[in-house]
């Protein structure tokens, strides 16, 4: 296995003991792992074009992804996701601060985007007084809070929350957690 310039892993199978320990039907095949060591790409190749080409689809894979943010009202939000399977609503309570912007690329970072299909994402203007803030006892930006929108107590709803931290490893740490947490409550 080689770590990258690019951030992922890859292990190419150039003999049979490789190739049968990481069970691959080809000895020419490069798999790319993520991160947190999790194949997110397999291709065989045989010449340098199919190569290249290997390494161009795996970076296209393993990329920094924009945020695709809900429209609405957060209870709007929340309420609509109900018929989202497994899918958590991400309040991300925000103000103007260079830790807000910090932690906006955090959640954007490739090492994290494997996580958006699962969350259903909404931007809240932070506001100390505001009903929201209040009702979920957010006293600092940034806030991400993971809410369960099939949990009616808004204290229950709460699968996690991460405050006033920014780093990439700090939310990705999160995550992990977090959804962990969730499938294993899910499963009961």
Known sequence: MVKLNSGFYMVRCADKATSDKVKSDAISTMIFLDGDGKEFHRTIVGTADTVEAAF????????????????????????GAKGEAKKLVA???LDEKKDSETFLSSLEDRWVAKYHER?????????????LCKKYN????????LVNPLQED???SVVDSLVSKKE?????????????????ASKN
Request: charged fraction near 30%.
């Open 56 to 79: 161009k689809k795996a970076s296209e894979l393993y990329t920094k992804k924009p945020i695709s943010w809900a429209s609405g009202e957060a209870s709007d939000v929340i309420s």
């Open 154 to 156: 808004a204290k229950k």
């Open 168 to 184: 990439l490893l700090s939310v990705r740490n999160f995550l992990a957690k977090a959804f962990d947490k969730f499938d294993k």
């Open 138 to 145: 957010v006293t600092s930006a940034p806030t991400l809070l």
């Open 119 to 131: 969350m259903v994402f909404t931007k809240v203007a932070f506001d100390r007084n505001s009903e």
């Open 91 to 93: 309040l991300a309570f």
